[in-house]
């Protein structure tokens, strides 16, 4: 009991609920609906089309289509063999990340795979919880940080409960801007994998085919993810989820699963060489089938094997006539038995079955509960996913070279996942983004020192490349040539999401209080306390080049990818510019300020830059 009297106007939607429930959405009443069910005469829906529509999706569209100028700010101290890997971890809030990346690694992602908010009713996650508010104000919201510089749940989250009018609508309203923007990552002949349950799968398909195209479906995979619960509500135990996947247009296929040869043989030497046994029947009754209705009649021995009324011959006389003459037919001595095919090793279309949509062949939940326990010695993250899964995933669209993108991390499950697969073979490589979201004062995490899921993701990594390593130690003598990665990358880079190191030229907004800070901004861009490296990679990514790009630092300036772009961010002279166009580079940026009291060495650079073919850029 609550102490209030009785809600008159919700006492009376749920009345209506009960006899309408196709005009109530969200809480709300559908007028439109309802009179339609009422049978109106000249009912017209508004924009009558097949469309997903939901409270907030223009807002969910400026989201997506607002700038950032943020940046990521390299943690070589928290990284694994930071100058030389190529995988990448990204701390920071997804949906900024995503855009960050989008100038560098448009177009080169060739797999996503993501486990989102369920939309349960009881877990928490990032949407405008006010539909009109402006972008400072959002961003303000998600950078919310604690005194220990962690980002807070109650400035950051919103728990969106079922109660709420909006609660399908606030989770689409997540989900579509990072989506959208996940999909410019792809290649042409990506795919996206995405985790979901029963609770918005439908919605989730139907955002699909508005982002990707209904064409570009691949299949909803389902895959069981517990045992079934004795205890279940209305005797119906919900053991499964499932995996939604689509392609963004010029995926060929899967790599599927390899054929199994052990019962191939050549007992009788055919010339055709190693053969097995299959069915000459098929699933047909005789009213259905009757010409592959008869009696078959071995020439050999002249023994008769009669039809089955229930699954009659797979072949016409006429077909099954000429595979007895081309020795295909295998007859067994007892005529109660059935007829079998030779069917060829050399004779089938490919090396591989496809993948059933029926995952059976992963682990449960119990199976990554165990996973986690083996790593950290506790079980520190619950609802991680089996290792298993993932690298079904990984292995059956990815090959040597490809990048794999998981911008929901989690306990890093995928980075794993590319570890593992690689350690045999390929150089995949991840790029895994995660909120440093608190963990829970209560929780088994927190007490094992782990202050926020991305420190759990972190240590993960760290903790399965020193196994691999230790396991590539002890089984070196072990393991064949064949069978050992020699260029195994057990490394990856740590970078932050951070706000830009350089100070934003804002000549709309001039007034004459802000006059004099907006032309300090003009003449020296970089802010106070910015430092050269955070500088350096925040330059090589808005220049559109990888986080793993190649540097190499010389005494004025750096190189990245072999001398294509140089950056100079210290010192400046006749003799740097000239070593500088001396390397040919495709492309030269430097600091404005390092030109200062020296307008004729500005000038000339600039027209030798030209000459020379190269893009310069000062900032």
Same mark, same amino acid.
């Given at each position: ?29 559908d ?24 409270a ?21 101290e ?9 995988n ?10 995503l ?44 950078g ?16 969106n409960?079922?109660?709420?009018g ?29 985790h ?13 085919n508005e ?7 691949i ?18 135990? +919900? ?8 392609? /963004?247009? %010029? !995926? &060929? =296929? ?13 007992p ?11 069915d ?48 295909k ?5 007892? +005529? ?8 060829? /090793?050399? %004779? !089938? &279309? =490919? ?16 199976e990554a ?26 292995h059956?669209?990815t090959?040597?070279?490809?990048i ?10 995928t ?28 929780? %088994? ?42 260029n ?7 970078f ?6 350089f ?13 004099e ?34 540097i ?42 390092l ?25």
């Open positions: 009991m609550d102490g209030k009297s009785l809600d008159i106007q919700q006492d009376q939607l749920e009345k209506l609920k009960q006899l309408f429930p196709e005009a109530i959405t969200e809480g709300r009443v007028w439109e609906k309802l009179q339609a069910t009422l049978g109106k005469e000249n009912i017209e829906f508004r924009n009558e089309r097949y469309v997903l529509n939901w907030g999706k223009s807002d969910a569209f400026k989201i997506l289509q607002q700038h950032t100028t943020a940046t990521l700010k390299p943690a070589p928290e990284s694994i063999n930071f100058d030389t890997t190529e990448v971890f990204i701390e920071g809030e997804n949906l900024e990340v855009k960050v990346l989008q100038k560098s690694y448009y177009g080169k992602i060739k797999c996503i795979i993501i486990d989102p908010p369920y939309n349960t009713g009881s877990d928490s996650f990032i949407y405008p919880d006010s539909f009109k508010e402006n972008k400072e104000t959002y961003l303000k919201r998600i919310d940080k604690d005194e220990e510089g962690l980002l807070m749940k109650e400035g950051l989250f919103r728990k409960s079922k109660d709420s909006h609660y399908h609508s606030n989770w689409l309203s997540m989900m579509y801007p990072r989506l959208f923007l996940a999909k410019n990552l792809l290649q042409e002949d990506g795919v996206i994998f995405i979901i349950d029963d609770n918005e799968v439908h919605n989730l398909r139907l955002l699909m982002i990707f195209g209904e064409e570009n479906f299949a909803e995979f389902v895959w069981k993810r517990r045992a079934s619960s004795a205890l279940a509500e209305k005797l119906v135990s +919900t053991d499964h989820e499932y995996v939604i996947s689509y392609h /963004k247009n %010029e !995926l &060929k =296929s899967f790599s599927g699963i390899q054929k199994d040869y052990s019962s191939y043989r050549n009788d030497n055919d010339s055709r060489g190693d053969w097995t046994l299959g000459l029947t098929v699933g047909m009754t005789k009213d259905m089938r009757p010409n592959q209705y008869y009696d078959l009649i071995d020439n050999k021995t002249r023994k008769t094997y009669k039809p089955n009324p229930d699954r009659v011959w797979a072949y016409i006389r006429e077909s099954m006539d000429k595979l007895i003459k081309e020795n037919v295998v007859f067994p001595s007892d +005529t109660e038995k059935r007829p079998m095919l030779k069917r060829f /090793k050399s %004779e !089938l &279309k =490919s090396d591989v079955n496809p993948l059933s949509s029926l995952l059976n062949e992963v682990g449960m939940n119990s509960t165990k996973e986690i326990r083996e790593i950290f010695d506790a079980t520190i993250f619950n609802y991680s996913k089996p290792l298993s899964l993932i690298k079904t995933l990984v059956q669209t090959i040597h070279g490809d794999i993108l998981d911008f929901f991390a989690g306990s890093a499950t980075a794993q996942a590319v570890l593992e697969l690689n350690k045999k073979e390929g150089n995949r490589k991840f790029i895994l983004v995660q909120l440093p979201e608190k963990c829970a004062e209560e929780s %088994e995490a927190f007490k094992a020192g782990y202050k926020t899921i991305a420190d759990i993701s972190k240590e993960r990594i760290r903790r399965v490349i020193k196994k691999i390593e230790k396991d590539k130690k002890e089984k070196k003598d072990l393991l064949s040539e064949m069978e050992e990665n020699k195994l990358d057990l490394g990856f880079k740590i932050k999401l951070s706000s830009s190191n100070k934003i030229w804002r000549g709309d907004e001039i007034t004459e209080e802000n006059l800070a907006q032309l300090d901004v003009f003449t020296n861009p970089v802010k106070e306390g910015s430092e050269k490296e955070n500088m350096l990679f925040e330059l090589i990514l808005k220049s559109g080049y990888l986080l793993t790009a190649k190499e630092t010389k005494k004025n300036y750096s190189s990245v990818n072999g001398g294509e772009l140089m950056i100079v961010l210290e010192e400046i002279n006749q003799k740097v510019i000239d070593t500088i166009i001396s390397a040919k580079p495709q492309k030269v940026i430097a600091l404005d300020k030109f200062t009291g020296n307008d004729q060495l500005k000038t000339n650079t600039v027209l030798q830059m030209k000459d020379a073919g190269i893009d310069f850029r000062t900032i």
